[in-house]
Structures are given as structure tokens and as C-alpha cells.
T-cell receptor, first 112, second 109 residues
Framework: NAGVTQTPKFRVLKTGQSMTLLCAQDMNHEYMYWYRQDPGMGLRLIHYSVGEGTTAKGEVPDGYNVSRLKKQNFLLGLESAAPSQTSVYFC???????????FGDGTRLSIL | RKEVEQDPGPFNVPEGATVAFNCTYSNSASQSFFWYRQDCRKEPKLLMSVYSSGNEDGRFTAQLNRASQYISLLIRDSKLSDSATYLCVVNYRDDKIIFGKGTRLHILP
């Protein structure tokens, strides 16, 4: 049972490049989330989804887009990467919003 | 008042001691509460849910005080492996989940 899987684990981009982070869960969870974690800032919610085909903005959505075409996958896109987006990105999922979240092991992204 | 507030620490505690930390929250409509543990450069992992009646899991005890709007975590007989950052999480809508910034705990040999 893989749980929540994030790919890639590490990536280095140049300013202006685009990329997509993939999150896959095999627990049949309805809710999925993307967070970023920066030193001293804690976890901040970027976007989330309450079911297949739905997305919503979190606390820090600017510069990111998401899609949830399949229930098990939640994609996070950076259209034009900026150095301020250097961070560790975590994906998480839960059955419903009031239930505990299960996290992937993170993607470390550096924008030069 | 911040939505969820934790003492960042670090708490430096000798092995075998008991340590407790609190987390305060501002929204009285909050519905569910959790403690997570995060090791350095790792993902957060659920430690335990927190219920109004209090709950215990081995050396760990969590309490919820709705009147004063805080949750607490007590660790007894602390182990070196308990060294980590402890995050409190508060939900007051099913799509409004707030993570505290965490409390760092160092268990000293």
C-alpha cells in the first residue's frame, strides 16, 4: 500500500521554466491538498480539492495552478517559476476535511 | 490573535522526563484537532487525534480544552526518538485546516 506518492522528489529549475508536480494516492480519498513549507513559516496551503473535478484556492495560490482530473491524482503546476517558489512541497489526502491527512514525502524544488 | 499558535521552542528535555506543550486556537467553532509529528526534512505524520474527553496512546496524552481554546500534548518517559517538531492542527470547516508552525523538541541523553 503506497499511500501518497509524490514525483519528482527533487528538482532544480531556472527562473521562467514550467513544471508539474504529481501527487497520487491509492486510499480512495476524496480530499487532496498541496502545501509548501518554508523555514519559519510552517505549512501553508496552496490549493486543495474536495473531489474529482474540483479545485479551490488555499492561503498562497498565486503562481500555481492545479488539476484533479482523476480522483487519485492531484497535479500542481508552476507556469513560470520564480525564485520565491523555492520550497519543499507536500501533497496530502484525507477521506473528508475533518479527518486526518496523510502526507507524501515531499518534493524539494529549487528555482535558480 | 493568530488562528493557531504554538510555542516554537526548542524544548530541551533530558531523556526520561515528562514534557508538555500547548497549542491555542482562535476560532471557537473549530471541529477537529490533531497532533502531528515532523522529523527533520520529512513529511508530517499523524501522532494522534484529540478528543474532548482526552485520549492516551502509550506515553502520549492529548487533551482538548474548549472553554480556554487550547489543546495539549503530554509525553511521559521521553525517549531520544521523540526528538522532532510537533505540529498542532485545527479544523473549523471541512475545507479550513490550519497547521501550527510547530514546537521543536530535543531529548537530551
Amino acid at each position: 500500500n503506497a499511500g501518497v506518492t509524490q514525483t519528482p522528489k527533487f528538482r532544480v529549475l531556472k527562473t521562467g521554466q514550467s513544471m508539474t508536480l504529481l501527487c497520487a494516492q491509492d486510499m480512495n480519498h476524496e480530499y487532496m491538498y498541496w502545501y509548501r513549507q518554508d523555514p519559519g513559516m510552517g505549512l501553508r496551503l496552496i490549493h486543495y480539492s474536495v473531489g474529482e473535478g474540483t479545485t479551490a484556492k488555499g492561503e498562497v495560490p498565486d503562481g500555481y495552478n492545479v488539476s484533479r482530473l482523476k480522483k487519485q491524482n492531484f497535479l500542481l503546476g508552476l507556469e513560470s517559476a520564480a525564485p520565491s517558489q523555492t520550497s519543499v512541497y507536500f501533497c496530502a489526502s484525507s477521506y473528508i476535511g475533518y479527518e486526518p491527512q496523510h502526507f507524501g514525502d515531499g518534493t524539494r524544488l529549487s528555482i535558480l | 490573535r493568530k488562528e493557531v499558535e504554538q510555542d516554537p521552542g526548542p524544548f530541551n528535555v533530558p531523556e526520561g522526563a515528562t514534557v508538555a506543550f500547548n497549542c491555542t486556537y482562535s476560532n471557537s467553532a473549530s471541529q477537529s484537532f490533531f497532533w502531528y509529528r515532523q522529523d527533520c526534512r520529512k513529511e508530517p505524520k499523524l501522532l494522534m487525534s484529540v478528543y474532548s474527553s482526552g485520549n492516551e496512546d502509550g506515553r502520549f496524552t492529548a487533551q482538548l480544552n474548549r472553554a480556554s481554546q487550547y489543546i495539549s500534548l503530554l509525553i511521559r518517559d521521553s525517549k531520544l526518538s521523540d526528538s522532532a517538531t510537533y505540529l498542532c492542527v485545527v479544523n473549523y470547516r471541512d475545507d479550513k485546516i490550519i497547521f501550527g508552525k510547530g514546537t521543536r523538541l530535543h531529548i537530551l541523553p
